[in-house]
């Protein structure tokens, strides 16, 4: 059995956790855990023991969660908002506290649409008929008209391009 630490999804944490905050106050926070560490984490590189350790401490993430087995058939796929942050808070040109609020936002409103959307289907499945438009033909419709809806010619104003009047 092959196991590996998910560093994407430790970076993606750690991101997260720290905020606009710096490096420096960070490090500080962790205890024993350089601001350089702190970049290179983020930046996707594997920690040592240690570093992995008080990380997923000040996370308050048990370890096990951060280990995946590779040789699993199935690939575990992050779902749609946590792509969405992830390239928010990689993306150079939003600063680290932009792109965490776009990120809850993105997040949020997936979340609030993902809601409505199952209420919807689970209202569509109680129904037991779905109702048709009717559909009518140009004599159905004008059967159905009198002289009195029509009185007249009606002005559409000037001619605005190459209509012929």
């Not at 998910?6 to 500080?28: F, I, P, Q, W, Y």
């Not at 970049?39 to 401490?57: I, Q, Y």
């Not at 280990?67 to 792509?83: V, Y």
Request: charged share 30%; net charge negative; proline share 5%.
């Amino acid at each position: 059995m092959k196991i590996h630490l998910n560093a994407e999804r430790l970076a993606n944490l750690v991101r997260s956790k720290r905020g606009s905050r710096g490096l420096r106050d960070t490090a500080k926070e962790i205890g024993n855990v350089s601001p350089s560490t702190i970049s290179r984490v983020e930046n996707g590189k594997t920690p040592d023991m240690d570093t992995f350790l008080a990380l997923c401490e000040w996370l308050e993430v048990p370890p096990a969660e951060l280990i995946e087995n590779t040789n699993t058939k199935e690939e575990k796929n992050l779902d749609t908002p946590e792509t969405i942050a992830i390239q928010l808070r990689a993306d150079k040109n939003l600063d680290p506290a932009t792109a965490n609020a776009l990120a809850s936002l993105v997040k949020a409103a997936y979340k609030d649409l993902s809601q409505k959307q199952e209420a919807d289907v689970t209202s569509n499945e109680n129904e037991n008929t779905t109702p048709s438009k009717p559909e009518y033909t140009l004599e159905e419709l004008l059967a159905g008209a009198s002289s009195e809806d029509f009185k007249g010619e009606y002005d559409w104003g000037d001619p605005v391009g190459e209509e012929i009047w």
